[in-house]
């Protein structure tokens, strides 16, 4: 028995992969699975420097050496590993890495807003996917998904997809600092701002052509232009044996361990919106994927989503071992499921070349932080279309989204614009008259950031 990719789909021709991942009840074959795969990693690649870039902001604030290498490695390992479980163990065509936004959260308002020592971090991560392992065993997970309304949590990814757009645009040079309004438009003329801007161009034509890869395929376009123009020197080289991750690995243990001598409401704070935007993020993921690949019934269950939840939660787990933020599923999965990818293979093809790429790690290393830029704006473009999914004609839903939406740019925090939504949502509820409509559980969660900003607890 062998497994021909151009063979047809019949008993007589499955082999030990075909039947593994029951290729002939999906309807697919090896061919449309390997491209699948190649497909899905190609589109997520961008992780593999914007997840460093973001991490790096905070990583650098306590240890000067220079640890994107590390960040590379941490990065493609943890994807690698969790993709590789969702693959063989749900058998899904699901890619997984560290969540875009989650480590915005991370870098920006634990380590560099709370001034949390960046290791304390990755053990609440840690901490983290731990809770998550015990909410996919047990049926909280249900009861914590059913307390917060459906506007809030569509808000909290258009929220999050602004707060992305919002720190590339900053990075770029294109929003700078003004001590008349806060912020304005920068000097466009400098040669980082420009080339910035041509990459933004050149992404949004990609993605608008629905090129796979885009997103990748913009980074590497706007690098390009700053090496030759000179605005960014060349990288080093293309490939290398990679040093391992000394500095970044088991750091969360070591966070760990000085958990308890940090102000202890503060971390569970960070825990809980680690988990909350882990916890909805992948369910409306998940959700959206598995409509589209055809795993949902027709009484809207999803058989395999545990398997796909432990997946997470494991890789959320291991991740911040390995050094990095949150992992979680990509909604980029859909690209490799539009090509064909229907079983496990997919995830493992991905997952394969995910491992590889820290083999490029100088080539990585020597992309210039400006030209992640267009890749983050358009993943705030795509985040953004949560958006619609609000009841914009409910003026309590209405209110409530907004300010979740608005808060997190402006604060610069993905928890406050998260803690605006939480408090206004019930209390409109309430003032409508239909408090009754509002959860046991949402109200819990309203007063307790009411208390956080009544006397500062948290």
Same mark, same amino acid.
């Given at each position: ?8 789909? !019949? ?5 030990? +992969?075909?039947?593994?991942?029951? $290729? ?15 497909? !899905? ?61 989650? @480590? ?22 840690? &901490?983290?996917?731990?809770? $998550? ?14 307390? +917060?309304?459906?506007? +809030?949590?569509?808000? !909290? ?45 050149? #992404? ?57 001598? @940090? @102000? ?15 916890? $909805?993020? #992948? ?7 598995? !409509? ?36 979680? #599923? ?8 539009? &090509? ?108 307790? $950031? ?9």
């Amino acid at each position: 028995m062998t497994n021909d990719i151009n063979a047809p789909l !019949t008993p007589e021709n499955d082999g030990a +992969i075909a039947r593994f991942f029951n $290729f002939a009840a999906l309807n697919t074959n090896l061919r449309t699975e390997l491209l699948a795969g190649v497909t !899905t990693f190609f589109t997520m690649a961008y992780i593999l420097v914007v997840n460093p870039d973001i991490l790096s902001n905070a990583i650098f604030l306590n240890d000067p050496r220079d640890l994107f290498g590390e960040l590379v490695m941490a990065t493609g390992l943890a994807a690698a590993l969790a993709t590789l479980i969702m693959g063989l163990y749900a058998k899904l065509p699901f890619a997984l890495a560290p969540g875009m936004g989650i @480590n915005a959260y991370f870098a920006f308002t634990v380590v560099l807003g709370l001034g949390v020592d960046w290791r304390v971090a990755l053990a609440a991560v840690f &901490v983290e996917g731990i809770i $998550f392992i015990l909410l996919t065993l047990s049926n909280l997970r249900s009861a914590i998904v059913a307390a +917060i309304p459906e506007p +809030i949590k569509h808000a !909290t990814t258009a929220g999050i997809g602004l707060f992305i757009a919002y720190i590339a645009l900053k990075g770029a040079g294109i929003i700078v600092a003004s001590e008349t309004t806060l912020t304005t438009l920068g000097n466009l003329r400098q040669p980082a701002t420009a080339t910035a801007i041509l990459g933004i161009v050149i #992404t949004a034509a990609l993605v608008t052509r629905r090129v796979a890869g885009s997103l990748l395929w913009g980074i590497i376009a706007t690098a390009l232009l700053a090496w030759v123009f000179g605005v960014a020197p060349w990288p080093g080289g293309v490939g290398a044996i990679p040093t391992p991750p000394v500095d970044l690995f088991g750091q969360a243990f070591v966070g760990l361990g000085q958990l308890l001598r @940090n @102000n202890i409401w503060q971390l569970v704070s960070i825990v809980f919106v680690f988990l909350f935007v882990d916890l $909805f993020d #992948t369910i409306g993921t998940l959700t959206g994927l598995g !409509t589209k690949a055809g795993y949902i019934d027709a009484e809207g269950k999803f058989p395999q989503v545990e398997k796909a939840f432990m997946a997470d939660a494991v890789g959320t787990t291991a991740g911040s071992v390995l050094g990095t933020s949150t992992v979680t #599923t990509y909604i980029e999965s859909a690209s490799g499921i539009a &090509v064909g990818g229907r079983s496990g293979l997919t995830a493992v093809v991905a997952a394969v070349l995910f491992a590889a790429s820290i083999l490029l790690i100088p080539f990585f290393s020597g992309i210039p932080s400006f030209a992640t830029a267009p890749a983050l704006l358009i993943v705030g473009v795509l985040m953004m279309s949560g958006a619609r999914h609000i009841d914009w004609d409910d003026p309590a839903a209405a209110i409530a989204s907004f300010l979740t939406i608005l808060m997190m740019p402006l604060s610069y925090s993905i928890a406050e614009g998260l803690a605006m939504g939480l408090i206004a949502y019930p209390l409109l509820k309430l003032v409508q008259g239909k408090g009754r409509d509002t959860s046991l559980g949402m109200w819990i969660l309203a007063i307790i $950031f009411i208390l956080r900003y009544l006397f500062g607890g948290l």
